[in-house]
């Protein structure tokens, strides 16, 4: 009996050590909020209103000041994230509406695809905005349960810019199926309550294994709601009683997470889809002391507030000024668990040295590229952050005027880039003094750069086609003149 019962044992004895290597996988929540721009919370510079826990959490964890999006509009961003891929590489540009007939295409891995490989629970609450509400959601593409809003929240007929029957009713989903149609404003002010009680529940349901949470709040993006909480609570308005509630969110989370005992082995994810939308003035933030803001590849419109707390991981109190994207996020995790990588390429790699402030850590890529508009490749950095050259383009700005009052916009003018311009953001962050002249070496490395991205990605300012980009998924033209089926759930 005695070498049955050891043969058993040899059996069993790699099944336990699975199981005790599953237990030590980190739990990830990302937190991404809708047009928050690089001076928007505390500890970034945020006047008038307070975000003690976002502050804590940087206190808890590191504060990265040279972090990006990959396009500074909400889908495209959105997507780069997800996939690790530049948006346009997997033709997604701009902002999805419910008249746009294509999507996220099937053949991507998402991350919430990537962990799924080693067991892990995965589950969205918020903004998902990849493609047209009856195809592309977050269940169909790795996530168990998914809580939010197919569209940006100004994407229905009461917003004040907007006639009705402009855009179909904006449906609340749940999992793949509507349930509540044409939200109204009263439905908008609990939003940030609602994702953020789906995320403690989640939490608290998968607490015993490893999970994945995508919190993706609408708020800041106009137009703005907030829930009786922490209306009229700040000096700065309407705004900072939103970004208040913000902050009373991640705390939710941050206090969840303690509570049911998985705080240490949870790496937490806090930053935005892109800088702030300049023209809605007082009912927008401020990317201080970056240039522009959302809808241009100036560093207001890419540079974003990143924060990430991991207390067995990430020294606590650090600040970090290595540049890295959201397009890294996906390898990066992929590497930390074991998962494997998608066959098609990607283009994130894997920052996780730079994450944990490894001595002597360098950032993998050569240099980043931003486009924006339709396939418009506009500027290039080097892969040390220190060196922007910004290609000849048209870009949008208010010119020095303030921006608008009460939710209407103020309209912005458009300035014409005629010839490459060079700035070191090392000394000069807000991108005043074009150096371009001072450092032709520099100029023509970026150039050479640019070129080879525009034979794979293509470019539509220089006419370019590129030889690596993919299609999107598709729905049938009349799928995109469907409204919602109105149904509701008490």
């Known amino acids: ?50 975000t003690p826990r976002l502050d804590r959490m940087a206190a808890q964890g590191v504060r990265f000041t040279n972090f990006h999006v990959a396009q500074p509009v909400c889908s495209a ?32 891995m998402t991350v919430a695809q990537v962990v799924k490989q080693k067991g892990y629970a995965t589950g969205m609450a918020g903004k998902w905005h990849l493609g047209h509400y009856t195809r592309f959601l977050p269940t169909h593409h790795g996530f168990d ?30 999992g793949d199926q509507p349930i509540k149609v044409g939200l109204d404003h009263k439905d908008q002010e609990q939003l940030t309550t609602q994702y953020t009680e789906r995320a403690v529940k989640f939490i608290e349901k998968n607490k015993d294994q490893p ?24 000096a700065r308005g309407l705004f900072g009683d939103v970004i208040e509630e913000i902050d009373w969110s991640v705390g939710q989370v941050l206090d969840a997470l303690e509570r049911y005992g998985v705080a240490e082995n949870t790496w937490v994810i806090f930053t935005s889809d892109n800088g702030p939308w300049l023209s809605y003035g007082d009912h927008c933030g401020s990317a201080y002391p ?63 040295p730079l994450i944990a402030g490894r001595d002597g850590a360098k950032n993998p890529h050569e240099a980043y590229a931003f486009y924006y508009e339709n396939n418009q490749l506009q500027d290039v950095v080097t892969g040390d952050g220190c060196w922007n050259l910004q290609l000849p383009h048209t870009y949008r700005t208010l010119g020095g005027r303030p921006g608008g009052k009460g939710g209407i916009p103020a309209k912005y003018e458009p300035r014409k880039l005629e010839r490459a311009e060079l ?15 001072d450092h032709p070496d520099i100029v023509k490395r970026l150039e050479a750069f640019a070129e080879k991205t525009r ?24 799928a995109q003149l469907l409204e919602p089926p109105c149904t509701y759930r008490d």
């Open 77 to 108: 961003s959105r997507a780069g994230l997800m996939t690790g891929c530049y948006p346009n590489r997997i033709g997604i540009h701009g902002a999805l509406g419910p008249r746009n007939t294509h999507g996220i295409a099937d053949s991507e």
């Open 290 to 352: 970056l240039r522009e803001g959302k809808g241009t590849c100036w560093e207001g419109g890419t540079r974003v507030p990143c924060i990430m707390r991991w207390p067995a991981k990430l020294a606590a109190g650090r600040n970090s000024d290595s540049m890295m994207m959201t397009i890294d996020l996906l390898p990066t995790i992929a590497a930390l668990i074991g998962a494997e990588l998608p066959k098609h390429k990607i283009d994130g790699l894997d920052v996780w």
């Open 455 to 478: 034979a794979d990605l293509g470019d539509k300012l220089t006419k370019r086609e590129g030889d690596g980009v993919r299609e999107p998924d598709r729905v049938s033209p009349a």
């Open 211 to 234: 999970f994945f949470f995508y919190l993706a709040h609408n708020m800041p993006h106009v137009p703005l709601h907030v829930s009786d909480k922490y209306r009229g609570k700040t």
């Open 1 to 50: 009996m005695k070498p049955i019962r050891l043969l058993a044992l040899a059996l069993l004895l790699p099944v336990q050590l699975a199981t005790a290597r599953d237990a030590t996988l980190p739990n990830i929540v990302i937190i991404f909020c809708d047009d928050l721009g690089y001076a928007d919370v505390g500890c970034f510079g945020a006047k008038d209103y307070m």
């Open 423 to 437: 700035y070191d953001l090392q000394s000069d962050i807000s991108q005043r003094q074009d150096v371009a002249a």
């Open 145 to 174: 349960e998914y809580l939010g809003l197919p569209y940006s929240n100004d994407m229905w007929p009461l917003h004040p810019e907007l006639k009705p029957g402009t855009f179909p009713p904006l449906p609340m989903i749940e």
